[in-house]
């Protein structure tokens, strides 16, 4: 499978066929890299998005270049610029060791594994193996743009048989270092009670309580744990 061809299949899923469930999942995709110390140390300290008066415009610039880079077709001028801004924001932080490989790993794992486990969850059928290659396949390639390393993948050294093998490989590295690496931090309440102050800012007042209990109860009990 191409990448073009795995890309075509990633769109219709996310705009034709579960585009609630695949949008939502994405958001709490993001979301569930807050409940990392080492990501959520970062995110605070620059203020971006647990300062009231930047928070709302970081969490829109990230949805426009993230769709920008997604929604494209992959050779597209729009979705290079997209990757390429992504690379240039993300490369100061890297360069000086405040970024770990392993974390952009796992946060590139989530935008590909909390879709699946939100249709397996709430929708009216499954991603489809077929579908689950062609997402392995277009977000191999997204993280190689992002440059981001395999190495830590046991078959890094021989390469994947196709998409779905190595979607396999990243859904286990990501469970285990989720569980070693997700642990309770203040910074990570900090960025959690930050974002969904912005994701409930049209909420009336009255049912913001509600609201948040709702959001609340759709976390993981791991990532619960982790925000307090």
């Given amino acids: 499978m191409t990448v073009k061809d795995a890309h075509s299949v990633h769109v219709s899923l996310t705009e034709l066929e579960f585009p609630i469930i695949f949008h939502t999942s994405t958001f709490f995709a993001l979301f569930k890299t807050y409940g990392i110390p ?41 979705a290079i610029s997209g990757i390429a801004r992504m690379n240039y924001l993300h490369s100061r932080y890297i360069k000086a060791g405040k970024i770990s490989n392993d974390d952009m790993l796992y946060t590139l794992s ?52 196709d998409g779905f093998h190595w979607l396999e490989e990243v859904e286990a590295w990501s469970l285990a270092y989720e569980a070693q690496n997700m642990v309770p931090a203040e910074t990570n309440a900090t960025l959690g009670r930050g974002t969904f102050d912005v994701a409930l800012f049209n909420v009336p007042s009255a049912l913001k309580p509600l609201s948040f209990t709702v959001a609340y109860i759709l976390l993981e009990p791991r990532l619960r744990k982790a925000m307090k």
Avoid: H
């Fill in 38 to 78: 080492s990501i959520s140390k970062l995110l605070v300290a620059t203020g971006q998005l647990s300062c009231p008066e930047t928070a709302s415009k970081r969490a829109a610039d990230t949805a426009t270049i993230m769709t920008e880079a997604i929604i494209n077709k992959p050779d597209s001028e729009r």
């Fill in 110 to 161: 989530l935008f590909v594994l909390e879709p699946i486990r939100w249709t397996a969850r709430y929708e009216w059928r499954t991603v489809t193996d077929f579908e689950r290659c062609a997402m392995g396949v277009y977000w191999k390639d997204m993280g190689e743009a992002m440059k981001i390393s395999y190495d830590t993948l046991p078959s890094a050294g021989q390469g994947w048989r």
